[in-house]
């Protein structure tokens, strides 16, 4: 009877519990191919809560924002990253926090400006 018990509590426990929620964001920032088809957005802002969906042109910032983010881009394959490397660019996506870096599963990207911001401070 006390397995059952035990066995009763953990069932409603994890029942109780629901997921973690992922975000959708929008980040700013530089981005770069690390390595062959491994892309990270650099001096990135902070994530801000956002939807899928590409930024209206009056969302874009007309100059470079320098962040002290660092993020993986995954599920690059749809779009032409090559085209936007080495620029400011807007991405919004399916936030994954993780260390040592945090990723964001892209859902949309958008050119800021054709050059990247320095380094912000750290």
């Known amino acids: ?19 973690p929620k992922a975000e959708i964001v929008s980040v700013t920032g530089c981005l770069r191919e690390s390595a062959p ?8 802002t902070d994530p801000t809560p956002s ?4 930024p209206q042109p009056k969302d874009v910032p007309a100059a470079p924002a320098a962040g002290k983010n660092e993020f993986r881009l995954i599920g ?15 991405i919004k996506g399916l936030y994954i926090k993780a260390t040592p870096m945090s990723r964001i599963n892209m859902t949309s990207v958008t050119t800021s400006t054709s050059f990247c911001a320095p380094a912000a401070p750290k």
């Not at 939807?51 to 590409?54: I, S, T, V």
């Not at 690059?76 to 807007?90: C, I, Q, R, Y």
């Open 1 to 19: 009877m006390t397995l059952l018990a035990v066995v009763a509590t953990v069932a409603l426990a994890a029942q109780a519990a629901p997921a």
């Open 37 to 44: 088809n491994t892309w990270t957005l650099v001096n990135a």
């Open 51 to 54: 939807n899928a969906n590409a």
């Open 76 to 90: 690059v394959s749809e779009f032409n990253l090559p085209a936007h490397k080495d620029h400011t660019v807007v």
